[in-house]
């Protein structure tokens, strides 16, 4: 039966299971380091044009970079993961390098400083993901993965509004002294590689678990073309998808004070957070491509949106469905990974899915930011609807073999 269809209805009532609670430790992990990362994040783009000096084009360059080191250094930890048969060492190693990179935005005077700093953290955040996505997928019973994977974007995306919402009540207190608030942003990082390391246990694994080399071209054999698909559909989600600091300078553009430039992911991440969990567990029960393509129609409007005016009420609506966008379709793509590869080979299957996302990554910040400068924001938001609406024809026109498995 295609795991899609409709489930026939029986007297006895169906309950779900619990989900374990490694599950809701690594959803607490992920909170933690987002409210420590976010703290500078969302003031990042500002320090770098105002305190710094720089222009889109550099922002764009130095947020593509440290973005695709993050997804590019996963295939190398997810495979990893796989030949060693081991998932938290990694993450642990993952999360410590993010905690030790916060340091040095504080010390920061020049943007090659901050280009530094970002590729630590991205490279901490590369070695963790792939494993720690991995480790989450053996956690989870089959029938719950796309709840428990929306649970733990969820979490992780409370911290991704908490962290902005700190930081605009120190830019506040502080009179916009950009250091002391990226000093505070080391607690919590530290807190979330104790709690991982005193408060997750890894599953046991199969004996030969880790025995073989996860990229032996039988082994790779193993990742269908159904894999394959949800890799290319991810790709050119992130070619759609720049980075969110151009929400925060389009903001700023409008007029929006310095100090109140993180209420841009503060308000994307709430929503974001709201639909996280419950468009995960719907997941478990509808179509994926549907619920994908449903997300990148948001994505579209969301452009538009943000493209036609710098008006309150223009930036609020394209930022808030942005955010919905993003509940519904980032836990579903790691879903259709997981559901897609071997269990043997997932640390593997989601490293190659963050290569190829982490090059079109670059690729999309480098060109939004060309167009900002060139052409104007406005053409940067139409040339990011133009590319959904790519994705979205891709997944209505999809082959045969990707429509009968996801």
Known sequence: MNRNSPQIETDRPRTQPALPAGIWMLGFVSLLMDVSSELIHSLLPVFLVTSLGVGALTVGLIEGAAEATALIVKVFSGVLSDYWGRRKPLAVLGYGLGALSKPLFALATTSGMVLGARLIDRVGKGIRGAPRDALLADLAPADVRGAAFGLRQSLDTVGAFVGPLLAVGLMLLWANDFRAVF????????????????????????????????????????????????????????????????????????????????????????????????????????????????????????????????????????????????????????????????????????????????????????????????????????????????????????????????
């Open 183 to 406: 000093w505070v942003a080391i607690i919590p990082g530290f807190l979330s590689v104790a709690l991982l390391i005193v408060g997750v246990r890894e599953p046991k694994r199969p004996g030969d678990a880790g025995a073989g080399n996860p990229i032996r071209r039988e082994n790779l054999k193993q990742l269908s073309r159904a894999y394959w698909w949800v890799v290319a559909v991810g790709a050119m989600f992130t070619l759609a998808r720049f980075s969110e600091a151009f929400l925060v300078l389009r903001a700023a553009d409008g007029g929006l004070p310095i100090a109140y430039t993180p209420f841009v992911l503060i308000g994307m991440n709430v929503v974001y957070a709201l639909a996280a969990y419950p468009f995960g567990q719907l997941s478990d029960r509808v179509s994926h491509t549907k619920l994908l393509a449903s997300g990148t129609v948001v994505l579209i409007a969301a452009d538009a949106a943000l493209a036609s005016s710098t008006h309150w009420s223009a930036l609020a609506l394209g930022i808030g469905l942005w955010g919905l966008h993003m509940g519904i379709t980032q836990g579903l793509l790691a879903r259709m990974v997981a559901d897609t590869a071997p269990a043997a080979l997932r640390g593997t299957a989601f490293g190659f899915f963050n290569l190829v996302s982490g090059v079109a990554m670059l690729i999309a910040s480098a060109l939004a930011g060309w167009l900002w400068d060139a052409f104007g924001a406005s053409w940067t938001f139409v040339a990011g609807g133009g590319l959904a609406t790519v994705a979205l024809l891709a997944m209505l026109f999809r082959p045969p073999f990707a429509a009968a498995r996801v």
